[in-house]
């Protein structure tokens, strides 16, 4: 089944430790997002992908970065930059391009906790 | 820029009562419109769409129509059941300008339904 992965399902990190998040896709989409969700907040986003080697700054990439070296993977590395890290982390893939195709396919996330 | 206001929760009700949660936007030109549910631990996952004024979207039997004259998509259900409870997440995408790919999110709204 097609679909986006995501993984670890749970992460914790020590203060000062960068962490990868991994984010796999098997839709063929061209475009991929990261997203953060903090309650009551909604989703604001990180960084977006719409091609593989291409990669724009969202709201609020400080402190995140990512790769984008093939179409099926995003990874989101959290860094120690990042204040406040703890979070629930949303990848997101779409096929822009053709009308009506803006939808966004969501993986089930990741849930970061920072000890 | 670009936002979408929802209509603060939690909601609570009960099985079978009637449903309303209210979603006005600004946007620059005309968005495209999305609602979607985010159930517990998972990730989102699109309910409904329209993509121009008037167009009605419907799903499960949840309905939100596309108001243009009241810059409004309130989301709809006339009888809901305890499976329903969820966050409702109100977006909005606009293809023009420099937001390509970026969809903006209400800050969801939490549903609780009891037997």
């Known amino acids: 089944d097609g679909g986006i992965t995501q993984s670890p399902k749970y992460l914790f990190r020590k203060e000062g430790q960068n962490v990868t998040l991994s984010c796999e896709q098997n839709?063929?989409?061209?475009?991929m997002y990261w997203y953060r969700q903090d309650p009551g907040q909604g989703l604001r986003l990180i960084y977006y992908?719409?091609?593989?080697?291409?990669?724009q700054k969202g709201d609020i990439a400080e402190g995140y970065s990512v790769s984008r070296e093939k179409k099926e993977s995003f990874p989101l590395t959290v860094t120690s930059a990042q204040k406040n890290p703890t979070a629930f982390y949303l990848c997101a893939s779409s096929a822009p391009g053709r009308v009506g195709s803006w939808e966004q396919f969501f993986g089930p996330g990741t849930r970061l906790t920072v000890l | 820029g670009d936002s979408v206001t929802q209509m603060e929760g939690p909601v609570t009700l009960s099985e079978e009562a009637f449903l309303t949660i209210n979603c006005t936007y600004t946007a620059t030109g005309y968005p495209s419109l999305f609602w979607y549910v985010q159930y517990p631990g998972e990730g989102l996952q699109l309910l409904l769409k329209a993509t121009k004024a008037d167009d009605k979207g419907s799903n499960k039997g949840f309905e939100a129509t596309y108001r243009k004259e009241t810059t409004s998509f309130h989301l709809e259900k006339g009888s809901v059941q305890v499976s329903d409870s969820a966050v409702y997440f109100c977006a909005l995408f606009y293809a023009g300008g420099t937001s390509y790919g970026k969809l903006t999110f209400g800050q969801g709204t939490i549903l609780t339904v009891h037997p």
């Open positions: 992908s719409q091609i593989v080697n291409d990669f």
């Open positions: 839709l063929n989409h061209d475009a």
